[in-house]
Structure formats: structure tokens, C-alpha cells
């Protein structure tokens, strides 16, 4: 099954947010040699699913989708969070790029992962696995870069 057709069936049955996750049936596998500390890969989630989707199937409104499925996302717990805060780093990078077929409310989003990374500062920072493992400051490291790439690049703040 194509990445568009999981993400079809995780609309079907209310599990968006499993497929961006990639938990269970909705994992997405990296080419053989990408080396990733990531639990899916959010490339093709975003570019062979999401993106195809809206472009075939503007009715969905899977922009819509996406975007209250991230804002839910960051009222969940630290891995949630940030896995939404990859997704939202991958969307501005294309939507600074002209690359992406949609704009989600990045002022909306951006206030939201701010509230939760505030939030959720020292749980991140206890998270030691996927984008926090090996690292002193387990996830809060990998916000902390993606903050300092934002700043650069585009004079935002996802702190």
C-alpha cells in the first residue's frame, strides 16, 4: 500500500495522528541509506501522502486535517509534541521554499508549540530516545537547534 493509500485509511479511521507517528500499520520506512534517529520518515509522510492527497483529493481538506491533528498533537505528551514540531519545521522549510501545494496557520501553530514546549520543557528534556537519544538534554537538544535554525533562517522562534 502507497503512503497516500495509509494515510486514506488513517483518515477513514480516525488515526491521523498514528500516521504521522508512523505507529503500527503507518510506519514509513527510510531508504536502506538514510541514517535516521527519527521513528518515521516525515519527508515522504509529507511529499508521497499529504501533499499527492491535497493536490488529487482537494475535497479532504487534508491541510485542514493536518493542521487540527498537529494543534491536538501538542496537548499530548513530549514524543507528540515533538514529532509535531517536526512537521512544522518540515512545512515551513517548504512553504519558505515555494515547495509545498498548501500554507497551514504557522502564527496559530507556532503559538501552540511554544505553550507546549513551555510546558513540557523538562519532560523533553528527560526524553532520551529518538531525536533525544545520546544527547545531554534528551529531546529539548534537538527543539533547541531546530529553534536556532528557525532564528537564522527566518527570524522565528519556535521558543
Not at 488515526?15 to 508512523?22: A, D, K, N, S, T
Not at 482537494?58 to 498537529?70: F, R, T
Not at 507528540?80 to 504557522?106: C, H, K, N, T, V
Request: proline share 2%; net charge positive; hydrophobic share 40%.
Amino acid at each position: 500500500m502507497d503512503i497516500k493509500q495509509k494515510l486514506i485509511r488513517a483518515i477513514e479511521n480516525n488515526e491521523v495522528i498514528e500516521f504521522l507517528e508512523g505507529k503500527g500499520q503507518y510506519k514509513i520506512e527510510f531508504h536502506q541509506w538514510v541514517s535516521s534517529n527519527a521513528p518515521t520518515d516525515i519527508t515522504q509522510i509529507m511529499t508521497q501522502g499529504i501533499y499527492k492527497l491535497y493536490i488529487e483529493r482537494p475535497e479532504m481538506n487534508i491541510d485542514k486535517v493536518i493542521e487540527n491533528k498537529l494543534l491536538q498533537m501538542m496537548d499530548l505528551n513530549e514524543f507528540d509534541i515533538y514529532i509535531a514540531l517536526q512537521i512544522i519545521y518540515f512545512q515551513l522549510i517548504r512553504e519558505q521554499r515555494g515547495d509545498s501545494p498548501f500554507r497551514l496557520d504557522m502564527k496559530k501553530l507556532l503559538k501552540k508549540s511554544r505553550e507546549a514546549l513551555t510546558k513540557n520543557k523538562q519532560k523533553m528534556k528527560e526524553y532520551k530516545e529518538w531525536g533525544g537519544a545520546g544527547k545531554e538534554n534528551g529531546l529539548w537538544d534537538d527543539v533547541v537547534r531546530i529553534d536556532n535554525l528557525c532564528k537564522r533562517k527566518w527570524n522565528i522562534s519556535i521558543l
